[in-house]
């Protein structure tokens, strides 16, 4: 289990210094002048070629990538351009309200889809297993800025249950839950359809097996079968799933960050691009990079710990 | 079951009239038959938008959120634009950038999955990694840092659903090639002397088509998403050219002036995705259940 571990976390470092390298290349290769398009069309030769000094444009690309990279390494991510403080402090001050949007879109997809790929598994082939299927499929196709603006059109604007912007008074936990249900109602519909259709598929697999049929022949009920034996063992690729979907879920926050004015990593970086802020942007999207990468490096350690089987396929 | 099996076969042995015989496996689903309506009412919006008598882009200030009526059938926007009009004009950007975005993913995806895949150790393990590190970006991260450095256009968004796609293409085009190379008909090419470049052109890549078309009609929605998305937010298609997430994004704007541009730039979305995923979703379960655990 340790080999696999040093080995997954291993790959994982590499992976965030090739996404790194990636990155610093987009600015090289990216045909035009960045100073050009931060700066805009007025600014003068002198500005753009002293804010490239500033940036350290004026490197070659492989110093550009070293300083950068062993800047990150000292956890410096570097400096705003219009509030001049360290860029990882505003990063870390809006990490926690896209965590909290996150989770709470993961508890409510997890509490409604997981039960619902129980009960098509074990009802299989019913009408209620079609329902089930069908809904996933769309909610799974269904972009999370529809559902969140189309939200936000029927439950806020037109029946008035629910608050259309921010994120709630702070120390006011009802408020703050009160902001939270339509963004994440936007973020995890969509995990609803994947963990449904997972759990289906899984669930199906394990209650065809003997000591299912063994526990069967004993008597048990069904849904102690299904709940304590069956489940149990169908939730080890869920468990994987909802690792992925944390780094997934970025996605679909921003969109619920940018249509609910909330604060957060999505909402951030979004201001930073209109005013042209780009050592905000770059940082916060490395910092979400390396978020993802450990969540799916969690996710595969615990499929790994659960299952043996994971740990003989790296 | 056995009517779909023997359609399976009839389709396996190829040409015509097992293309009808798929088609009509499809339609007998009911998911699959919904799916290609509304497929074929989003590509006849975009072929037939230049018969609506509306400008997609003349204002009339005096018209401004009209509800919807025999004039305006999907009402009109801030600027009193017909919305209908715009959602059909929106679908010709939407497919534009569907096919051609899609296009280069899948090119790039079948050279660099089949280099992968059939050369050196080294080239593929490097590969691998590169796929991987292009897979760990969000896609809305990636998109704001690419538009940060070249300011919004329709070229980002096709650069961003490029890189987005093609590690998707890439992995199944390399795991295929892997399995193809030690096929007999391709070993027997190689033992004639065939270079690789022919070998793969020749051998291998027909036989990865048929796959990669499913994925292709399964990511179609996540690439309008994506153009869609980032017309929203301001990154793609810029106003007053209209694009579904230009159209959302004035309907966000002026949400509580009228409920009529929000869901105008909303239902074409929905009736895209939903289409083409209920398509696609039924093509793989037909011709390829294996895809399923893939992906």
């Known amino acids: 289990m340790l080999a696999y571990a040093l080995r997954r976390g291993g790959l994982a470092v590499v992976i965030v210094a090739v996404a790194l390298v990636i990155l610093i290349a987009m600015i090289q290769f990216i045909p035009g002048d960045p100073a050009a398009v931060l700066l805009g069309p007025l600014a003068s030769p002198e500005m753009r070629e002293a804010f490239r000094a500033r940036m350290g444009l004026d490197q070659p690309a492989v110093v550009q990538i070293l300083r950068f990279f062993f800047r990150v390494l000292g956890g410096d991510l570097g400096t705003d351009v219009l509030t001049n403080r360290p860029v990882l402090d505003t990063v870390l001050e809006q990490l926690p309200f896209t965590l909290t949007l996150i989770f709470a879109s993961i508890g409510w997809s997890a509490a409604l889809g997981i039960p619902l790929g129980c009960l098509a598994a074990v009802r299989r082939g019913s009408a209620a297993d079609r329902l089930v299927g069908v809904l996933s499929v769309a909610a799974i196709a269904l972009p999370s800025f529809v559902v969140a603006i189309w939200g936000l059109l029927l439950f806020a604007v037109t029946l008035d249950w629910f608050p259309t912007i921010g994120a709630g008074e702070p120390g006011q936990p009802l408020d703050r839950l009160h902001h939270l249900v339509l963004p994440s109602l936007a973020v995890g519909l969509g995990w609803v359809g994947y963990l449904a259709r997972m759990v289906r598929a899984t669930m199906l697999e394990v209650l065809s097996e003997n000591h299912i049929r063994t526990a069967r022949a004993f008597g048990l009920t069904e849904g102690t079968i299904t709940f304590r034996y069956a489940l149990k063992i169908a939730i080890v690729p869920t468990v994987v799933l909802l690792g992925i979907g944390v780094g997934h879920m970025i996605s679909g926050a921003v969109f619920a960050e940018i249509v609910f004015a909330r604060p957060g990593i999505g909402r951030l970086i979004f201001d930073a691009l209109a005013t042209r802020n780009y050592p905000t942007v770059m940082g916060a999207v490395m910092v979400t990079t390396v978020f993802y990468v450990v969540s799916t490096l969690a996710a595969d350690l615990v499929a790994a710990a659960l299952d043996p089987r994971v740990r003989a396929g790296l | ?295």
Not at chain 2, 105 to 123: D, H, I, K, Q, T
Not at chain 2, 282 to 288: E, G, I, V
């Open chain 2, 1 to 295: 079951m056995s009517a779909p099996a023997s359609d399976d076969a009839a389709a396996a042995a190829g040409g015509r009239a097992p293309r009808l015989a798929g088609l009509r496996a499809v339609v007998a689903d009911p998911m699959g038959a919904l799916g290609l309506v509304m497929v074929v009412v989003v590509i006849a919006a975009a072929l037939l938008a230049d018969l609506s008598p509306h400008n997609p882009v003349a204002m009339l200030p005096r018209e401004r959120f009209a509800d919807p009526g025999l004039v305006h059938w999907l009402g009109t926007d801030h600027l009193g634009r017909d919305l209908f009009t715009r959602v059909l004009h929106g679908a010709r950007i939407a497919l534009l950038v569907a096919l051609s975005a899609t296009a280069i993913s899948l090119a790039g995806g079948l050279v660099l999955g089949m280099a992968a895949g059939y050369g050196p150790r080294w080239l593929d393990s490097a590969l691998l990694l590169v796929f991987d590190a292009l897979r760990s970006f969000p896609t809305v991260m990636l998109a704001l840092a690419l538009v940060t450095l070249t300011g919004p256009s329709l070229k980002a968004v096709v650069a961003v659903v490029v890189i987005a796609t093609l590690p998707g293409y890439g992995r199944v085009v390399r795991a295929q090639t892997m399995v193809l190379r030690h096929a007999e008909f391709v070993l027997a090419a190689r033992a004639l002397g065939a270079p690789a470049p022919r070998v793969l052109a020749l051998d291998v890549m027909p036989n990865l088509i048929g796959p990669l078309l499913i994925l292709v009609s399964m990511d179609i929605p996540v690439v309008i998403t994506i153009e869609a998305g980032m017309s929203f937010l301001g990154l793609g298609v810029r106003p007053p050219t209209p694009s579904w997430g230009t159209i959302l994004n004035d309907g966000y704007a002026f949400i509580r002036e009228s409920p009529w541009p929000a869901i105008a730039g909303g239902l074409p979305i929905v009736a895209a995705t939903l289409g083409f995923t209920f398509l696609g979703e039924t093509l793989r379960d037909r011709f390829d259940p294996r895809l399923r655990r893939e992906g």
